[in-house]
């Protein structure tokens, strides 16, 4: 699917896919963030850390009527605080989305799909 953002010159369509590129780099932008995670199921109770190429991979974009949510499934470092990650997450991409794309996000839910030690 794609989202249709009206300006003075006309009609803008961007693809899910652009939104989750988007969504991906500015998480990755975040302290505390190891990584993307799959959306997958864990597999043998081991996350798939996601490389830059695949980050559109564990971002879901959804539309309820007009409002529009972002899941992220990330992987966090260990020893930072996960609820300080998320929220810097959530604000982030939030941020993100709404100033480079003009979409008004309402949520942004963030799946913990394991913890790593960082390198």
Do not use: P
């Not at 500015?26 to 798939?48: F, H, N, P, T, W």
């Not at 695949?54 to 007009?66: K, T, Y």
């Amino acid at each position: 699917m794609s989202t249709q953002l009206q300006t003075e010159l006309g009609h803008v369509h961007v693809s899910d896919h652009v939104l989750s590129e988007i969504a991906g780099s500015a998480a990755l932008e975040c302290y505390g963030l190891v990584g993307m995670a799959s959306r997958k199921q864990l597999k043998d109770g081991i996350a798939e850390l996601l490389g830059r190429e695949n980050l559109s991979r564990g971002v879901e974009i959804r539309r309820e009527g007009e409002a529009t949510h972002v899941d992220l499934y990330i992987v966090v470092s260990y020893g930072t605080r996960i609820s300080e990650v998320a929220h810097n997450v959530q604000s982030r991409v939030k941020y993100v989305l709404n100033e480079v794309t003009g979409l008004k996000v309402d949520y942004v839910n963030i799946i913990v799909q394991g913890v790593r030690v960082s390198r």
